[in-house]
C-alpha cells in the first residue's frame, strides 16, 4: 500500500514553518496516543505514521531529501542512498520523537521541570486549612473581632525551613539530576517513575534538621485574630491568605478559610437582611388599639401603634431595623434590611369570676364585632343547605 504523504499525515501544507510542523505533530500526537485510545488498532496505525512522518520532516536533511524525491529518497529507489531505518527514522530516533509527545502529556503531571532549567524545586505550597466558626445574631450585626486557636504546621525555626541541620541546602539528587523522576525504556514506551532515591523530591538531605526530620515544619497550635465583618450569614466565607500549613521545606504556606455559621437566636429570625419578631398583645389592646414595646437587634427598644380590631397574623414593618448588608458593590443595595413583627392576639386564661361575668355580658351583647366568624357561618350556612338541595 502506498504511504499518504508526510504533509497530510501531520495536516500542514508544503511551505510550513519548523514551528507549525512541530505544534501540528503534537496535536496529532495527543489525539491518537495509545493511553487514550486503548486497544484500538486504527489510532495505533495512525500514532506511527504520526511519528514517522514528523521523525522527517523536523530534521532538515530529511526535510529536504523528501520535499525533492518524496518517499523514494529512504527506500533507495530515489537516489538518495540508504542508511535510514523503516520508514524514514534514523536508528534510535524514534525514541526522541516519542519523548516530545511523552513530555506534552505527562510532564506537568509526573512534576518535570519548567523551563527547561535547573532541578526541580523541592519546596511545595502547604495545604489550605478550614475553620468552622459559629458566632451569635448580634455579633452578626454589629461585626466582631474573635480569637480562634487553629492547629496545624508552621515552619521549622531551627532550619528555617531547609528541613537540613544548620540551614545548609540540600543537595542534587545524583540519581534524578533533581528531576525527582527516573526514566527506563521498555520497548516502544518511555516509563517515568518516582526517584527511589530522592522520593521524587529532587534533592537529598545529608544532615536532616533534629527538630522537623527534614520535613522543614513542625505541628504548632496558633492563636489568630479574626475580624468578623458585619453582616455575615451562615455560609460566609472568610480567607486568611498564608494562614495555613507551613510548605514543605520552605515553601509557601498555604490558606486558612473561616466559615461562618450564624447561630439562631431565641427572639429574632432571620432572612437575608430581613429580620422578624413574633409580639403577643393581649384581646383588649389587639380589640381596642393602643401602643407596645418591641425589642431591636440593636439591643434597642422601638414603641409601635396597634390599630383598634386588630387579628392574629397582622405583620408591622420598622424600616431599617434589620441586618446591615455584607457588602457594598454596583448594584448592590447598601442600606440595612427591615424588621416584621407578627402580631399574636392572646387568649386570656386563668380568668377571675368577675372576668368571666364581664367576658359573658360582652358575648350576649355582641352584634357585628366578629365580622371573620359571621362570615365563616354564612359559608357554613350556605353549604349545609346545598347539601340538603
Keep these: 500500500m502506498a504511504k499518504r504523504d508526510y504533509y497530510e499525515v501531520l495536516g500542514v501544507t508544503r511551505g510550513a514553518s519548523a514551528e507549525e510542523i512541530k505544534k501540528a505533530y503534537r496535536t496529532k500526537a495527543k489525539e491518537l496516543h495509545p ?73 506537568d503531571m509526573m512534576g518535570r521541570r519548567q523551563g527547561g532549567g535547573g532541578g526541580r524545586s523541592r519546596a511545595s505550597r502547604g495545604q489550605d486549612l478550614r475553620y468552622n466558626l459559629r458566632v451569635s445574631l448580634e455579633d452578626a450585626f454589629g461585626g466582631v473581632q474573635k480569637a480562634i486557636t487553629v492547629p496545624g504546621s508552621v515552619t521549622c525555626g531551627a532550619c ?51 527538630e522537623c526530620h527534614g520535613a522543614g515544619r513542625i505541628e504548632k497550635e496558633r492563636t489568630l485574630s479574626v475580624n468578623i465583618p458585619a453582616g455575615v450569614e451562615t455560609g460566609t466565607r472568610i480567607r486568611l491568605a498564608g494562614e495555613g500549613e507551613a510548605g514543605m521545606r520552605g515553601g509557601p504556606a498555604g490558606d486558612l478559610y473561616i466559615f461562618i455559621e450564624v447561630q439562631d437566636h431565641a427572639i429574632f429570625l432571620r432572612d437575608g437582611k430581613m429580620l422578624a419578631c413574633q409580639v403577643p398583645v393581649s384581646m383588649a389592646t389587639a380589640a381596642l388599639g393602643g401602643e407596645i414595646e418591641v425589642p431591636t437587634i440593636d439591643g434597642g427598644r422601638s414603641r409601635v401603634k396597634i390599630p383598634p380590631g386588630t387579628q392574629s397574623g397582622k405583620q408591622l414593618r420598622l424600616r431599617g431595623k434589620g441586618m446591615p448588608p455584607l457588602r457594598h458593590g454596583p448594584g448592590m443595595n447598601g442600606e440595612s434590611g427591615d424588621m416584621l413583627i407578627e402580631l399574636s392576639v392572646e387568649t386570656p386564661v386563668n380568668l377571675t369570676a368577675r372576668q368571666k361575668e364581664i367576658l359573658r355580658e360582652f358575648d350576649n351583647i355582641n352584634a357585628d364585632n366578629s365580622p371573620q366568624t359571621q362570615g365563616f357561618f354564612q359559608k357554613i350556612k350556605g353549604f349545609w343547605d346545598e347539601m340538603k338541595g
Design 160 to 210: 528555617d525551613g531547609t528541613g537540613a541541620e544548620g540551614s545548609v541546602e540540600p543537595a542534587t539528587c545524583p540519581t534524578c539530576s533533581g528531576m525527582g523522576k527516573v526514566r527506563a525504556s521498555q520497548g516502544f514506551f518511555t516509563v517515568e517513575r518516582t526517584c527511589p532515591t530522592c522520593n521524587g523530591q529532587g534533592q537529598i538531605i545529608k544532615n536532616p534538621c533534629k
Design 35 to 107: 493511553d487514550r485510545n486503548k486497544d484500538c488498532k486504527v489510532s495505533e496505525a495512525a500514532f506511527k505514521d504520526v511519528n514517522e512522518a514528523y521523525d522527517c520532516l523536523k530534521d532538515d536533511q530529511k526535510k529536504a531529501a523528501y520535499d525533492r524525491f518524496g518517499h523514494g529518497a529512504f527506500d533507495g529507489s530515489g537516489g538518495f542512498g540508504g542508511g535510514f531505518g523503516r520508514g524514514g527514522q534514523a536508528n534510535g530516533d524514534f525514541g526522541s520523537a516519542f519523548a516530545d509527545v511523552f513530555e506534552d502529556l505527562f510532564g
